[in-house]
């Protein structure tokens, strides 16, 4: 936490429940939506859980990463651009 803003982390952690989206309207996405998660992230298995409620939904998996080295490795942007050329070229 040293050098970090702690109110302002803690303003973003108590923001977190009005982000909530209901399954309801997440089922009703048609939007193609690509998760990508590390094998040992802390929320592998909620992205797991939208495989059955996102119709258009890919998940792909960071091999030996964790939540913090999904986001910071360059596999992220490889797998991210990847996504966006194969929904640009349908």
Same mark, same amino acid.
């Given at each position: 936490? !040293? #050098?970090?803003?702690? /109110?302002? /982390?803690?303003?973003?952690?108590? *923001? =977190? &429940? !009005? /982000? ?6 997440? %089922? ?5 939506? /690509?998760?990508?998660? #590390? &094998?040992?992230?802390?929320? !592998?298995?909620?992205? %797991? ?13 960071? &091999?030996?990463?964790?939540?913090? @080295?999904?986001? !910071?490795? &360059? @596999? =992220?942007? %490889?797998?991210?651009? @990847? =996504?966006?050329? %194969?929904? *640009? *070229?349908?």
């Amino acid at each position: 936490m !040293r #050098g970090k803003d702690a /109110l302002a /982390l803690a303003a973003v952690a108590d *923001s =977190f &429940e !009005r /982000l909530e989206v209901s399954d309801a309207s997440l %089922e009703h996405n048609l939007v193609p939506t /690509l998760v990508i998660v #590390g &094998e040992h992230d802390p929320e !592998r298995p909620t992205a %797991e859980q939208w495989k059955g409620v996102f119709q258009n939904m890919k998940m792909t998996v960071i &091999e030996d990463a964790d939540h913090g @080295q999904t986001i !910071r490795g &360059e @596999q =992220f942007v %490889e797998f991210a651009v @990847q =996504f966006i050329d %194969e929904i *640009s *070229s349908d």
